[in-house]
């Protein structure tokens, strides 16, 4: 059983910078393919980006490749969400979660892949 924990979300202006974090425990961190997901008020969980289990891979939604990097430290178990240049349209309650991953490129975008969530942090984007 993996447990995830989120923090880093706030309150930030447009164009700022924010990191989130996710401290992971109770697995084998590594074995883990891992995604942050975010969820607007009356809307549903949507995908933002994806790492593979060594960090080589990732994958990104378009409405924020190029702003946002998805990274990992296996060592300290822990993923990350860097977010530059952020918008209003940004704001939501930001997830993270894993899959066991059986091949080393496996990357996922679906709500409904992956196996494990934490609680979500909130970020507020004020124009």
């Known amino acids: 059983q993996v447990q995830l924990v989120e923090s880093g979300g706030g309150l930030v202006q447009a164009g700022d910078s924010l990191r989130l974090s996710c401290a992971a425990s109770g697995g084998t961190f590594r074995n883990y393919a891992l995604g942050w997901f975010r969820q607007a008020p009356g809307k549903e969980r949507e995908f933002v980006a994806a790492?593979?289990?060594?960090?080589?891979?990732?994958d990104y939604a378009d409405s924020v490749k190029g702003r946002f990097t998805i990274s990992r430290d296996n060592a300290k178990t822990t993923v990350y969400l860097q977010m530059n240049s952020v918008k209003p349209e940004d704001t939501a309650v930001y997830f993270c979660?894993?899959?066991?991953?059986?091949?080393?490129?496996?990357?996922?975008?679906?709500?409904?892949?992956?196996?494990?969530w934490g609680q979500g942090t909130q970020v507020t984007v004020s124009s």
């Open positions: 979660a894993a899959v066991f991953a059986n091949y080393v490129v496996t990357v996922r975008r679906e709500v409904s892949e992956y196996s494990y």
């Open positions: 790492i593979n289990r060594g960090g080589g891979y990732t």
